[in-house]
T-cell receptor
């Protein structure tokens, strides 16, 4: 089975800190995605990547950046964390469009 | 045109009942319609998917019904069980290309014992 691993299940960070969320997949998938999930808002796409060193903005990229230096790793960076970035963050990967495998998520709290 | 509208936002069903979740889309280029199931504390997982060349797909107690002319598709859960309590997301995309999934906002299903 494809496994998508997110480095932390829970994180608490202070306002203004630079935050790194790491995601690693083990099945050589080209496509990787970062979503945030908030009650009533569903899954909102932050950034995605179709190849190494390639990135594209999703629907809500403001305040975030990403890095994909290796095929298996896709990092989400909060340049200066704010309280409105408190959320559940989900990483996903796919080989063929539509069949996503998600990680278990990182619940980030910014205080 | 990129939206997928999902309803209801929440649903409560008695054990043994039928759960029905509906989705509608606008983009006629979509040709792949998956449903994802998410349990608390977990990421969403692919449950079942359909292509528009068929009107229905069944896997166990889960059935997708697809109406191409109405641009609607729905998930039916027969004989609903408390273990089916989860959040369900419909989605759509152009399969096989680099198009990303467009998700509905989710339905929280609660099946009471």
């Amino acid at each position: 089975d494809v496994k998508v691993t997110q480095s932390s299940r829970y994180l608490v960070k202070r306002t203004g800190e630079k935050v790194f969320l790491e995601c690693v997949q083990d099945m050589d998938h080209e496509n990787m995605f970062w979503y945030r999930q908030d009650p009533g808002l569903g899954l909102r796409l932050i950034y995605f990547s179709y190849d190494v060193k390639m990135k594209e903005k999703g629907d809500i990229p403001e305040g975030y950046s990403v890095s994909r230096e290796k095929k298996e790793r896709f990092s989400l960076i909060l340049e200066s964390a704010s309280t409105n970035q408190t959320s559940m963050y989900l990483c996903a990967s796919s080989l063929v469009s539509g069949t996503y495998t998600f990680g278990s998520g990182t619940r980030l709290t910014v205080v | 045109q990129q939206q997928v509208k999902q309803s209801p936002q929440s649903l409560i069903v008695q054990k043994g009942g039928i759960s029905i979740i509906n989705c509608a889309y606008e983009n006629t280029a979509f040709d792949y319609f998956p449903w994802y199931q998410q349990f608390p504390g977990k990421g969403p997982a692919l449950l079942i998917a359909i292509r528009p060349d068929v009107s229905e797909k069944k896997e166990g107690r889960f059935t997708i019904s697809f109406n191409k002319s109405a641009k609607q598709f729905s998930l039916h859960i027969m004989d609903s069980q408390p273990g089916d309590s989860a959040t369900y997301f419909c989605a759509a995309s152009k399969h096989g290309g680099s198009e990303k999934l467009v998700f509905g906002k989710g339905t929280k299903l609660t099946v009471n014992p």
